[in-house]
């Protein structure tokens, strides 16, 4: 604020409001870089009881223990987020499903496009399926629009809320066959699009 003060003052007006939008762009860029990661974590879901889960997450961690995973992203997805994303995903021990809530991301760029799809063909490819709840419209329709739904991510492993997605998992569980996700989706064909420089 003194910059742009000092600049008003002894340069010009012109060029003090130029240095304060491009000084307020990089603030709230970092602001919400540092809001995504604080937002941002993943555990197991026996480890998600130390942290306390999300109040619709329930009994799940009796249930399912280590084998499944809750990612919870908190903010958007941009390119200021897009290194500790991967970070994050790398990190993740073995587990059969990783269940990524997007029901705090408002919206999703290009590089956060390409950041989930690394993440996305790296889990799949350590046999670890990829389920994602709560997406709101902008968020899908980018990921449809560069294939990564359906094409990676079948619509059958997308829930419009956690409730849907328990009950998924509960089923799996019953049904015994919760191990079976993970290779059933990595032997989906593949279809990435490459109209992804379009958008």
């Known amino acids: 604020m003194l910059v742009v003060l000092f600049l008003t003052v002894f340069v010009g007006l012109l060029e003090a409001v130029a ?15 540092d809001q995504a990661e604080k937002g941002a974590s993943s555990e197991s879901i026996s480890d998600f009881s130390i942290e306390k889960p999300w109040a619709d ?9 280590d084998r499944v995973f809750i990612k919870h992203l908190d903010g958007p997805i941009f390119f200021g987020f897009v290194s500790s ?5 790398q990190a993740l021990p073995n587990l059969e499903v990783l269940v990524i809530r997007m029901g705090r991301v ?6 956060g496009l390409y950041a989930m799809e690394d993440a996305i063909l790296d889990l799949q490819n350590r046999g670890v399926a990829v389920v994602f709840t709560g997406m709101n419209d902008q968020v899908r329709s ?12 079948d619509d059958s492993y997308i829930f419009d809320n956690f409730s849907q997605c328990r009950s998924w998992l509960s089923q799996r569980l019953e049904e015994g066959d919760l191990d079976q996700v993970s290779h059933r989706q990595r032997n989906m064909p593949t279809k990435i699009s490459d109209n992804i420089d379009e958008m």
């Open 19 to 33: 240095v304060g939008m491009i000084m307020a762009t990089l603030l709230f860029m970092k602001k919400s870089a």
């Open 85 to 89: 994303f991967q970070t994050i995903i």
């Open 142 to 153: 980018m990921m449809e629009r560069i294939n990564l739904i359906p094409g990676l991510v």
């Open 57 to 65: 997450e329930g009994d799940l961690v009796d249930r399912i223990g």
């Open 106 to 111: 408002p919206y999703i760029d290009q590089s």
